[in-house]
């Protein structure tokens, strides 16, 4: 199945009744937000282009992976148990634009700020997330890659500072990258070593994950991304991330990216998750745990800059990345 896909964003909005902007303080990404009125329903615009996106720039998302999940009918095949919220979208070659038409679900987002999530929510965002795996266990392969393993690993490195600072942005992430990689340097300074290699040169960690099962990812499971519906299903946001890749790897982002909000340790989530891809029919005989220690060590070489104020949380990080680089060649 495909999808649509509009000439412009006025012709996606020509009924609107109102419009207002919309910020948030979870979206990182900086990019044009507006809560509008259609038909008397309430819906939220977004636009994402190279050209004022720096995320899209540090990945190398320059046709728009949403754009190509619509189009090409890849949200269409997602387990009933997830909501996407977009109903519409429109892209504009001239300027490398997509607007995005997603139904207003703000109202059943997980909460903005840094409280704990209840542990019946989390735990219902870490089983979808293996239903998600799970689905697309043996149809992976043909779809597409979309986000590269290698741009996973270097979007957060210190060069994508220097050329986002260079290129005058403005958004909050890229301009505290450098002062934050320092921080690292001086509170784990073998650890960073190896994440500052792996954002130079992932190759070693993605030709080990190569070797290991791959399915669809999401790639950010951030709490900002996420809600519940009252009828139980997820509401996942944010599809500039996705592709074939481990799936470990949406794990590991999860527990990097969620860390002062999770409601029990990492190592119980890590075998909460595990336990629900055997339910849902993956076998994790032979890779699982190959998988997860490599993916931790990708996850701290993407998240490690932003731990230095918790020593302990960055202890945990650093003892797993340097057990897992020593097993690189």
């Known amino acids: 199945m495909t999808r649509s896909v509009a000439a412009s964003a006025a012709e996606l909005l020509a009924d609107v009744a109102s419009r207002e902007p919309l910020d948030t303080l979870d979206g990182k990404s900086v990019v044009p937000m507006e809560r509008v009125v259609i038909d008397g329903a309430s819906y939220v615009v977004k636009q994402i282009s190279p050209r004022f996106d720096w995320i899209s720039r540090a990945t190398g998302d320059f046709g728009c992976r949403a754009r190509a999940c619509w189009r090409d009918g890849i949200l269409d ?16 070659p001239e300027t490398a634009t997509t607007t995005l038409v997603m139904r207003d679900v703000g109202a059943h987002l997980v909460p903005e700020g840094d409280g704990v999530v209840p542990l019946a ?6 089983d979808h997330m293996a239903q998600l795996h799970a689905h697309f266990w043996t149809t ?5 890659v979309l986000t590269p393993m290698s741009a ?15 290129l005058g942005t403005t958004a909050e992430v890229p301009l505290m990258l450098a002062s934050c990689w320092e921080s690292l340097d001086a509170a784990a300074p073998e650890a960073a ?22 399915t669809f990812i999401h ?20 599809w500039q991330w996705p592709g074939t890749a481990p799936p470990c790897l949406d794990l590991a982002w999860y527990l990097a990216v969620n860390c002062d909000r999770l409601p029990e340790s990492k190592e119980d989530t890590i075998a909460a998750y595990h336990d629900a891809l055997e339910r849902h029919g993956v076998s994790t005989v ?19 800059w932003c731990k230095t104020h918790d020593e302990a949380e960055l202890g945990w990080w650093a003892d797993r990345a340097l057990a897992a680089a020593s097993t690189l060649t």
């Open 193 to 214: 070593a190896v994440a500052r290699a792996l954002a130079a040169d992932p190759w070693p960690l993605v030709t080990a994950l190569d070797r290991t099962p791959q």
């Open 286 to 304: 032979d890779w699982f745990e190959r998988q997860l220690e490599l993916c931790l060590l990708g996850g701290f070489v993407q998240m490690a």
């Open 121 to 126: 929510q989390h735990r219902g965002f870490v």
């Open 77 to 92: 095949q997602l387990p009933d148990c997830f909501d996407h919220a977009i109903v519409a979208v429109a892209y504009e």
């Open 152 to 166: 996973r690993y270097t979007a957060l490195s210190p060069l994508t500072a220097e050329i986002e600072v260079a």
């Open 219 to 238: 790639g950010d499971w951030k709490m900002g991304n996420l809600g519940s519906h009252p009828d139980g299903r997820s509401i996942l946001l944010d």
């Open 140 to 144: 992976a392969a043909a779809l597409p």
